[in-house]
């Protein structure tokens, strides 16, 4: 399609395109503090540590773990489009420099959605999967016990 804008949607775990043309654009709605901010430009895992390194209104997450022995990170399903394989690695090393021995439960949040399968915490997490294994937790809201 010729004299165009084409804009990324994003759609489950693919994006669409729509084309349309210039007069049919009235403009691009972006979260205020967005617009100029050059970490959109950078790869997810930097933004994510950009997020990490400079909290809003809040201590850094390494000072908030520091002498903690438990720690919970509670993460989506598989219905949502989290990108954990990218989110998570840093924000565990970040939890890590504050409590390097601390023991951390990964808590899958089902909801009340059907259990998440082994292939999806395998797309879902990654690489950390095997680190984390023993304490992966998926939540079940029928368990009485």
Do not use: W
């Amino acid at each position: 399609m010729t004299d165009s804008i084409t804009i990324r949607l994003p759609y489950g775990r693919d994006t669409l395109l729509l084309h349309l043309p210039p007069d049919r654009l009235a403009g691009i709605l972006v979260p205020p503090g967005l617009a100029n901010d050059s970490r959109l430009s950078a790869d997810p895992v930097s933004m994510v540590r950009a997020a990490l390194e400079n909290p809003i209104g809040s201590p850094r997450l390494r000072d908030l773990a520091t002498g903690k022995e438990n720690i919970v990170v509670v993460t989506p399903d598989h219905t949502r489009p989290m990108p954990s394989r990218l989110t998570l690695p840093p924000l565990l090393a970040e939890i890590r420099k504050g409590a390097p021995d601390a023991r951390i439960t990964l808590l899958v949040a089902t909801g009340v959605h059907r259990s998440t399968r082994e292939s999806e915490l395998n797309e879902r997490f990654g690489d950390i999967l095997p680190a984390y294994q023993a304490g992966l937790t998926v939540h079940d809201c029928d368990r009485t016990e």
